[in-house]
């Protein structure tokens, strides 16, 4: 069982930068896939980025390709989102999430954080 706690949310310009952090518990971290999703108001929750288990190999929404990173650190059991160049449209509550494999629907994913909100102002 995994448990996750994200960090890292808050207030920024259109342009800024934020670094989200999601902090896991559980001895299976290291051996499950992590994903970042978003939740707008009004919206269903949509995939973000997406972080295989051992290889790194790290997958995208076409939404965020380029401007967002996400990475894993298993000795500290944190995944991250580095997001840069936001802009008004990334504003969402923002969850991490884990699962066996990769997903690109929430549906894959059997553990979630409780979410950090991110805001853009224009």
């Known amino acids: 069982q995994v448990q996750l706690e994200e960090s890292g949310g808050g207030l920024v310009q259109a342009g800024g930068s934020l670094r989200l952090s999601c902090a896991a518990s559980?001895?299976?971290?290291?051996?499950?896939?992590m994903g970042w999703f978003r939740q707008a108001p009004g919206k269903e929750r949509e995939f973000v980025a997406a972080?295989?288990?051992?290889?790194?190999?790290?997958f995208y929404a076409d939404s965020v390709k380029g401007r967002f990173t996400i990475s894993r650190d298993n000795a500290g059991n944190t995944v991250y989102l580095q997001m840069n160049s936001l802009k008004p449209e990334d504003t969402a509550v923002y969850y991490c999430?884990?699962?066996?494999?990769?997903?690109?629907?929430?549906?894959?994913?059997?553990?979630w954080g409780q979410g950090t909100q991110v805001t853009v102002s224009s």
């Open positions: 999430a884990a699962a066996t494999i990769v997903q690109f629907t929430s549906k894959g994913y059997a553990y």
């Open positions: 559980g001895r299976t971290f290291s051996s499950s896939a």
């Open positions: 972080i295989n288990r051992r290889s790194g190999n790290t």
